[in-house]
């Protein structure tokens, strides 16, 4: 038997759900059956281990990771950091968080991206960092910028980080998206507005961290990211005895 | 005693198109900043069971290929251990991950991974599964991640009395079946409409 505690179930009401027309590639990919709901087993709890041998020296600053020798992509220089917490607040440790972004113009580096603003020669547009003991996560980068995508109409996405997070048991798995305080994009975004309480979206919206800002360099960024922890069970048990 | 408010786990957003980047930035031509695509090579020299070959497509609602999906499988090693779970760094666990990510290809759709047959592993109440790969779909259009697991038509006894299987109906059930064709498991994914592939919720 699995030898760890079983995670709380996922929210289904915070999480976006399958089929949300205003954001049209999910009407043909989105499944019409409901899901299975299947107990955690060992598959569910554990899940793949990656150490810090597999990160190289510039993994976590994409401002010098794809750049050449003696220059810089341009854009703003930010730091974005902050902690990667299960539900009741732990750190979780030794996490492999993947991150991947437009360049300062909103350009992905990627064949499928024709947007007419340019590639940037000195920006590859990813990067990766593992937790340290307490959770925390820091990596540099320049803001993203924003973009238009086809969806019909004048549809824009705000600047955005995307995020691949791996916790420690596979059930855990999680990609999802971060933006920037204060993006007049984000109310306007069919993707953002999957998500249907605004609570949950300032969940996946950085705060600018002045406290953080190295002066005459970068400014900071903060962003927790949460991912299911623990379900309650004997404290929550006697609350519902009352 | 106060109680602690519990926090909410980060909502999921899509992948989007560009999921590559992050993931496998080597498969689209980012070369030189990671030394390889992780995930890609599951087995080596001292990994230890049957070598297979799975290899399938994903169609969406309009029976059309997705050609923008990443997968990743979690499966246990042949004697039907999960990495980590005999501790980290153990024998196991150097030589087999249990997890492997591969795109499907942005032409053809396809997807394959090199691996092994798992073995069985207890269900939550201690009852032994059938042979079985968890795998995880992301893709634009995909607002969060999509959970189904593979299951071997060559194990018709373990099959038959699988915990998750047997609480299908056997149209349902079939969805999740690899049939063994050309030495290869084929298992093609559909997201919506007929045959519409069984997902989970763990």
């Keep these: ?242 | 005693m106060s109680q602690k408010v519990r926090l909410k786990e980060s909502p999921s957003q899509t992948a989007g198109p560009y999921v590559h980047i992050g993931c496998m930035p080597n498969f689209v031509g980012i070369p030189h900043v990671y030394a390889a695509d992780l995930g890609t090579q599951m087995i080596g020299d001292e990994t230890t069971g049957e070598r297979i070959e799975i290899v399938g497509c994903i169609f969406d609602g309009a029976g059309e290929l997705v050609k923008d999906a990443m997968i990743e499988i979690w499966q246990a090693d042949a004697s039907g251990n999960y990495a980590g779970q005999n501790g980290a760094g153990s024998q196991e666990n150097r030589e087999f991950s249990g997890w492997g990510r591969q795109p499907v290809d942005l032409e053809t759709g396809q997807f394959i991974f090199q691996t092994i047959k798992p073995g069985r592993v207890p269900y939550a109440d201690g009852q032994l599964q059938a042979p079985h790969v968890t795998i995880w779909i992301v893709a634009r259009g995909i607002n969060l991640g999509l959970s189904t697991r593979l299951y071997f038509s060559d194990e018709a006894s373990a099959n038959a009395n699988d915990p998750v299987l047997s609480s299908l109906d056997e149209a349902r059930a079939s969805t999740l079946m690899a049939g063994l064709k050309d030495g290869q498991y084929q298992f093609d994914i559909r997201l919506q409409g007929e045959h519409e592939t069984v997902f989970f919720d763990v």
């Excluded at chain 1, 009401?13 to 989105?30: M, Q």
């Excluded at chain 1, 974005?80 to 909103?106: C, F, M, T």
């Excluded at chain 1, 798995?173 to 953002?192: A, N, S, W």
């Design chain 1, 1 to 242: 038997m699995a030898d760890r505690p079983m995670l709380s179930n996922r929210d289904a009401d915070w999480h976006p759900e399958a089929f949300t027309p205003a954001y049209r590639s999910s009407i043909l990919r989105s499944p019409k059956q409901k899901l299975i709901t299947l107990q955690q087993s060992a598959g569910d709890l554990f899940g793949p281990v990656f150490g810090h041998d597999v990160l190289g020296p510039l993994d976590g600053d994409l401002i010098k990771n794809f750049a050449k020798s003696g220059e810089s992509p341009i854009g703003e220089r930010i730091l974005v950091h902050g902690y990667l917490l299960d539900e009741i607040g732990k750190g979780i440790p030794g996490a492999l968080i993947e991150v991947w972004q437009a360049n300062a113009g909103g350009r992905y580096r990627h064949k499928n991206d024709d947007y007419l603003a340019p590639l940037d020669p000195n920006f590859g547009g990813c990067g990766r960092v593992i937790t340290d003991d307490n959770g925390y996560y820091s990596f540099r980068t320049i803001k993203p910028g924003p973009y238009p995508w086809p969806n019909g109409g004048n549809d824009w996405r705000p600047a955005h980080i995307h995020y691949s997070v791996f916790g420690s048991g596979f059930a855990q798995r999680l990609i999802t998206q971060m933006y920037f305080e204060g993006d007049p994009h984000i109310k306007r975004c069919p993707i953002v507005n999957t998500i249907k309480d605004p609570a949950a979206i300032d969940q996946l919206t950085a705060k600018l961290d002045m406290e953080h800002t190295v002066p005459m360099d970068l400014r900071a960024y903060r962003l927790d990211v949460i991912l299911r922890g623990p379900r309650s069970t004997l404290f929550e048990n006697k609350l519902e005895g009352n």
